[in-house]
């Protein structure tokens, strides 16, 4: 298995034990609720959108936006 296959299972598998803990679908940094919509792409994320572009502030600069928008704004606008 490939060290990113492994991460992944241990993602899905990290998800899986939130369920019976009843904290799946919280965002472990602010303890609000992460959107339906982003559980649906993602269904292991531990971080909502706005804490996940917290914790990598180069995400934004690396796709060329340094105006302080984020992608999701971009891409909301049609830019991607």
């Not at 019976?20 to 303890?31: D, L, Q, R, S």
């Not at 572009?53 to 991607?80: C, F, K, Q, T, V």
Request: proline share 5%; aromatic share 10%.
């Amino acid at each position: 298995m490939r060290q990113t296959d492994g991460r992944l299972l241990k993602a899905i598998e990290d998800a899986l034990a939130r369920i019976p803990a009843e904290t799946f679908g919280v965002c472990e940094a602010c303890k609000r609720p992460i959107a339906k919509v982003r559980l649906e792409a993602v269904p292991w994320t531990r971080l909502c959108r706005n804490c996940k572009e917290r914790e990598h502030p180069d995400w934004n600069r690396m796709r060329g936006l340094s105006n302080g928008h984020s992608y999701w704004w971009a891409r909301d606008a049609g830019w991607y």
